[in-house]
């Protein structure tokens, strides 16, 4: 199984619009980040997990050339903006199952995306043809287990997914225990990160290592990173005794077209 990050930034991306940092003046390519998204490749079959409004570049500069499920993590629009452009790939996989949480899929449904399932509407040029698959605990793809993983992103149920070993948790400030147990001695663990202050509705860096440190991943990855992270500097300071993010871990910063084998 074959990990790629499409996408390693938030909703804004990186460089942010009308920004002059250093992150979003930074001549290192780790520091341009597209809508976080992951694509798994398992068995001839292309899995991706969020679809945001960066995924037509995501799926030129990597030549994508065929999706065949889609897992949703939530709704909000830097997770879902793409899908209308996964209407190319509907030649392979005609509908293409899209796997998510039954109230997610609901609001996609109704509020988001209602052209592509009400039949009064002209198709024209064609939509998107997808089978909304609600689900809550497990489920298998081309024979491999897949389990959700409920978290909380601020007040928001927001899913995650385990497979094979690894774990993708994106958009997530609070994880609850049960969801917490399924975490421990990963190979892998791919956490959302937000920034170095307090959100909301985001881990900071801090407390993703921390939540690492509790469950001991082989490696751990961290995502959704906005423009107050320089990659290089916080990368040397997990290596760094005395350093904020000195981790004894095997910790890095995700970036976009980072590839990665389980």
């Known amino acids: 199984m074959k990990l790629t990050i499409l996408g390693s930034g938030t909703s804004h991306g990186v460089p942010m619009i009308g920004c002059s940092c250093a992150t979003c003046l930074s001549a290192d390519p780790r520091d341009n ?26 799926a030129l500069r990597h030549r994508l050339d065929r999706v065949d499920y889609l897992l949703l993590t939530h709704t909000h629009f830097d997770h879902v903006a793409g899908i209308d452009d996964l209407r190319v790939f509907n030649r392979h ?8 949480n039954p109230a997610h899929l609901n609001y996609l449904k109704t509020y988001i995306y209602h052209y592509l399932f009400d039949p009064e509407i002209q198709r024209g040029g064609g939509v998107t043809e997808l089978d909304l698959v609600a689900v809550n605990e497990r489920f298998l ?4 287990l897949f389990e959700t993983l409920p978290a909380y ?8 997914y385990k497979f094979g ?3 993708y948790l994106s958009d997530v400030s609070y994880v609850p225990k049960p969801t917490l147990q399924k975490l421990y001695n990963l ?9 170095h202050t307090p959100h909301p509705t ?3 860096l801090a407390e993703a290592l921390e939540l ?16 107050d992270v320089l990659h290089a500097e916080v990368e040397s300071g997990f290596l760094e005794p005395g350093s904020p993010y000195f981790t004894p871990l095997v910790a890095h910063l995700a970036f976009d077209g980072l590839s990665l084998e389980i």
């Open 212 to 227: 690492a440190a509790e469950v001991k991943p082989r490696r751990v990855y961290f995502t959704h990173l906005c423009h």
């Open 153 to 160: 992103h601020g007040e928001i149920e927001v899913f995650g």
């Open 165 to 167: 070993g690894c774990a």
């Open 33 to 58: 980040r597209t809508n976080a998204s992951l694509l798994i490749e398992a068995r001839g079959r292309n899995i991706l997990i969020d679809c945001g409004r960066d995924f037509r570049q995501q």
């Open 202 to 204: 985001h881990f900071t």
């Open 141 to 144: 793809l081309e024979g491999f």
């Open 187 to 195: 190979d892998l663990l791919i956490l959302g990160a937000l920034r």
């Open 93 to 100: 996989a005609a509908p293409i199952p899209l796997f998510g």
